[in-house]
């Protein structure tokens, strides 16, 4: 397994060319820039592919490329840093250093190396501190400047609409490597779509149909998202993956790397709950469900198109990356041609029925913004992501996590305690034993817990959950914990606006 | 503390006596009998209280005997039993002792002494198993036999709708004095009313919003329990507890027994709840809530009237052991003219409104039915219950639970996971500590998790929770536990109709 990551190395002797490199990083300026030369829309013309937004591409990898930095030069700075640990001034230049090359400072308590530990647990907390702190830097670089422009949705949600649905959530696999799914490989503003990633794409069904139950209510009640007479539906995606490249080892953990039984137990999931409604709700209440699978060694996707009546057949399916080489040199309107024409012929050679016309319009859409995600890694990872393994940073779990949208950033799991996510978090602990605590680097996990900010007692509520979670994981993975090799942080966010996190005190 | 249970002494030499007794439990036979004698608004002439219903009162008392028998005789029976051991064709003879006592046979192989084991251990598993079957008997007998008349709910329903109630959630204390709360102390019919409890009746606000979705949602898209356009309420009643006779010890665990913690803590919890449903959804989502505190050395109220708005006052109460004595040979119409103007007055004096007109009979009729329980503890208890303290027979853990109707039958405590209700647990298990552990006996805990009967997949994801709860339990006391002082039990229940408990295999 490959690990860019772990080939970084900061130059100490070079700091002076590097200097100020992160410092404006939070604020609006470096964002606004890029954005005002880029313009969500402009489509390439020196591209083969007519449908590939290329300056929609080099802002993403803009954002990538410094986002992970933040997290990527941790170890390598600290570890310099700390071997300067016994010249005089220590505490003030270490934090001077800290913020020359990562932006970010610590208490400078932090810099005490308690008599009690030793350099070692000094190390992990140290470590793990400045993740955290680079975590809520990033949040506020995501919620307040917007980077992924994810705050527009006006236009998806008005192409979802016109396919008849009112509300999207998605569950992907919680592998890291499906961290990006929703604004790269999909390319949807993150605001769009729920999101609930669950190993395997083991989603919980009845959690599902609360969040349904809510969806609906607030249609017949306040109208929002549209009025309940609108014979609109609920979008449910669930997304397992797999690697063509390394099948065997680097498919999906949760089903020991079986791409056939990732496929149908998110195929099962779908329909357990897409049968929960209608038969708890009565027939008018059918929900629209859509299953996908990633190849994470590319991004390229296959695509399960439902038959007239909404349902998937696991043999049935196109691939976008047949179909982006099979646009190569067309047109932007001929390309859109052959993709409808492909996802009917799908069925048909299938003897199954085609879909909705207006369903097939949003999946057509669908793929070709996978489109410029083809091109996005043939662009700059040579069509082959180098990590195509395991090389999450941290790992989030609780809800929420907007500001994670980039791959290999971050392995999450929905939940709302570990004792039902238990499945999901012992996957992330196992990767995570490979990526960090071989190398004595600690597992930082990050908790998030949402609130209501309209409602009086809701931050409360969550402040409590977010304690209950922390406690039970460092109860859970005990012996971690115990030598500090599991360190946590709680985070509040009031998911009313674009509001970053708050770290819990 | 008294209790009673540990006085009974089941008497061998008498058996021939008792021959039988408890054969024709679970047919419908003998209920029917009394049902048949009773008539459910028949009230006395005799009594000097006109309002108590007399045979009502008889057909209760009748219920409670012959079940709580059910579960007492279960340990004089046991070591009976086991001091025959050496007897020749033991097992059978010991299967055919405990159908004439206690009703129930166990499979052979279950008196068969495993050889890795200790008398000590074959006694409590034998125990919890008889435990464990007597329950799935009451309940078998509950659902089929309706003995309370609990499945009948046209009238008290008729009542709350006047009262401009479309569904009632009670969260009583999880303490088993409090158990019969709704049966009993109200004299509610069971399917009226949802029934949580927690300790210190602590109740979950998310997930009392949650399912206040679920029910206003109904009524949007099916009409029930009423149409949504009708101007109706949910009301959400939180049930405190203390004890008059030993304030300082017999009060509530969960608030160290202090009756104004338990209390306040009660009404901010009303008060978060419907905050969050008024801010989250907007002015026309009032809830009503209702505060009510029980005297459990006889089940007398403590009933705070709301006012106009219909917000409590803890010092703004009525009691009804008074207005039960001074009802004393007044007629019923009388009486309750009483009633409804001590209920403007208890405002009045406190410089309040007056609630409304329709809250306040509705008050007025709960009132009423308390006076039948007064009555019930006056002659069946001589005013005072012997166990003023804990005498619980087992702790119920999950959901449903409605076969519980009785005093000090059950700590029940409704979770969805150990990590969220673990505080309740905790205060169960102290509590049983002292009850079962001291005297070598097992804590038997059963657990519930209901399905929908409708949705297929439901019972699995049912099945799948019962274990990971029973999982999580076992984890939580291990001690108890690895030594059998802890013994578990799985049920599942399709609670859209009146079907009995199902035990998990």
Same mark, same amino acid.
């Given at each position: 397994?490959?690990?860019?990551?772990?080939?970084?190395?900061?130059?100490?002797?070079?700091?002076?060319?590097?200097?100020?490199?992160?410092?404006?990083?939070?604020?609006?300026?470096?964002?606004?820039?890029?954005?005002?030369?880029?313009?969500?829309?402009?489509?390439?013309?020196?591209?083969?592919?007519?449908?590939?937004?290329?300056?929609?591409?080099?802002? #993403?990898?803009?954002?990538?490329?410094?986002?992970?930095? &933040?997290?990527?030069? =941790?170890?390598? %700075? /600290?570890?310099?840093?700390? $071997?300067?640990?016994?010249?005089?001034?220590?505490?003030?230049?270490?934090?001077?250093?800290?913020?020359?090359?990562?932006?970010?400072?610590?208490?400078?308590?932090?810099?005490?190396?308690?008599?009690?530990?030793?350099?070692?647990?000094?190390?992990?907390?140290?470590?793990?501190?400045?993740?955290?702190?680079?975590?809520?830097?990033?949040?506020?670089?995501?919620?307040?400047?917007?980077?992924?422009?994810?705050?527009?949705?006006?236009?998806?949600?008005?192409?979802?609409?016109?396919?008849?649905?009112?509300? #999207?959530?998605?569950?992907?696999?919680?592998?890291?490597? &499906?961290?990006?799914? =929703?604004?790269? %490989? /999909?390319?949807?503003?993150? $605001?769009?779509?729920?999101?609930?990633?669950?190993?395997?794409?083991?989603?919980?069904?009845?959690?599902?149909?609360?969040?349904?139950?809510?969806?609906?209510?607030?249609?017949?009640?306040?109208?929002?998202?549209?009025?309940?007479?609108?014979?609109?539906?609920?979008?449910?995606?669930?997304?397992?993956?797999?690697?063509?490249?390394?099948?065997?080892?680097?498919?999906?953990?949760?089903?020991?790397?079986?791409?056939?039984?990732?496929?149908?137990?998110?195929?099962?999931?779908?329909?357990?709950?897409?049968?929960?409604?209608?038969?708890?709700?009565?027939?008018?209440?059918?929900?629209?469900?859509?299953?996908?699978? /990633?190849?994470?060694?590319?991004?390229?996707?296959?695509?399960?198109?439902?038959?007239?009546?909404?349902?998937?057949?696991?043999?049935?399916?196109?691939?976008?990356?047949?179909?982006?080489?099979?646009?190569?040199?067309?047109?932007?309107?001929?390309?859109?041609?052959?993709?409808?024409?492909?996802?009917?012929?799908?069925?048909?050679?299938?003897?199954?029925?085609?879909?909705?016309?207006?369903?097939?319009?949003?999946?057509?859409?669908?793929?070709?913004?996978?489109?410029?995600?083809?091109?996005?890694?043939?662009?700059?990872?040579?069509?082959?992501?180098?990590?195509?393994?395991?090389?999450?940073?941290?790992?989030?779990?609780?809800?929420?996590?907007?500001?994670?949208?980039?791959?290999?950033?971050?392995?999450?799991?929905?939940?709302?305690?570990?004792?039902?996510?238990?499945?999901?978090?012992?996957?992330?602990?196992?990767?995570?034993?490979?990526?960090?605590?071989?190398?004595?680097?600690?597992?930082?996990?990050?908790?998030?817990?949402?609130?209501?900010?309209?409602?009086?007692?809701?931050?409360?509520?969550?402040?409590?959950?977010?304690?209950?979670?922390?406690?039970?994981?460092?109860?859970?993975?005990?012996?971690?914990?115990?030598?500090?090799?599991?360190?946590?942080?709680?985070?509040?966010?009031?998911?009313?606006?674009?509001?970053?996190?708050?770290?819990?005190?």
């Amino acid at each position: 397994m490959l690990n860019r990551r772990r080939k970084k190395q900061i130059e100490f002797g070079k700091r002076s060319q590097r200097k100020g490199r992160y410092q404006n990083l939070g604020s609006a300026g470096l964002q606004n820039n890029i954005l005002s030369e880029v313009g969500s829309s402009s489509l390439s013309p020196h591209n083969t592919q007519s449908l590939v937004n290329v300056s929609q591409n080099e802002m #993403l990898r803009d954002y990538e490329s410094r986002t992970k930095l &933040l997290f990527d030069d =941790i170890e390598p %700075v /600290l570890k310099e840093i700390l $071997s300067h640990q016994t010249r005089s001034g220590f505490k003030r230049w270490a934090n001077e250093q800290l913020f020359l090359h990562l932006g970010v400072k610590l208490e400078e308590a932090a810099w005490d190396m308690d008599e009690s530990s030793n350099s070692y647990s000094f190390f992990q907390d140290l470590f793990s501190q400045i993740v955290f702190k680079q975590f809520l830097r990033m949040s506020e670089d995501f919620f307040n400047n917007d980077p992924l422009q994810g705050q527009n949705r006006k236009e998806a949600e008005e192409i979802f609409r016109e396919a008849g649905i009112h509300a #999207l959530d998605i569950t992907p696999c919680a592998d890291g490597r &499906l961290a990006h799914f =929703i604004s790269y %490989v /999909l390319r949807l503003p993150y $605001s769009v779509a729920r999101r609930k990633a669950h190993a395997g794409a083991l989603f919980d069904v009845s959690e599902s149909v609360r969040n349904w139950v809510f969806i609906e209510h607030s249609r017949f009640r306040e109208g929002m998202p549209n009025n309940a007479a609108e014979p609109t539906r609920f979008l449910k995606m669930a997304v397992y993956h797999y690697s063509k490249v390394d099948p065997s080892h680097q498919g999906c953990a949760a089903h020991g790397s079986d791409d056939k039984k990732a496929a149908e137990a998110a195929k099962a999931k779908l329909q357990d709950f897409r049968q929960a409604i209608e038969n708890r709700f009565g027939c008018g209440s059918t929900v629209e469900t859509m299953l996908i699978g /990633l190849n994470t060694d590319n991004d390229t996707l296959k695509v399960h198109i439902p038959n007239q009546q909404g349902q998937v057949c696991l043999d049935r399916y196109i691939e976008t990356d047949q179909l982006y080489s099979n646009a190569t040199n067309m047109s932007a309107s001929e390309a859109r041609v052959l993709i409808e024409s492909e996802i009917d012929n799908c069925n048909l050679q299938k003897n199954s029925t085609i879909p909705r016309p207006e369903l097939k319009k949003l999946i057509a859409w669908l793929v070709t913004n996978n489109f410029s995600q083809i091109q996005y890694v043939k662009e700059y990872e040579q069509g082959l992501y180098e990590d195509i393994g395991h090389a999450e940073r941290f790992i989030g779990i609780g809800n929420g996590f907007e500001e994670v949208q980039l791959r290999n950033l971050c392995y999450y799991s929905f939940l709302d305690t570990i004792e039902e996510g238990v499945n999901d978090i012992d996957v992330g602990i196992k990767i995570f034993k490979g990526l960090n605590v071989k190398r004595g680097l600690p597992i930082p996990i990050i908790i998030r817990c949402d609130y209501d900010g309209r409602v009086p007692g809701s931050k409360t509520r969550a402040v409590e959950k977010a304690r209950r979670i922390e406690k039970a994981v460092h109860s859970r993975y005990q012996e971690l914990s115990s030598c500090g090799l599991l360190q946590t942080m709680g985070t509040l966010r009031d998911n009313t606006g674009a509001r970053p996190a708050e770290k819990l005190i």
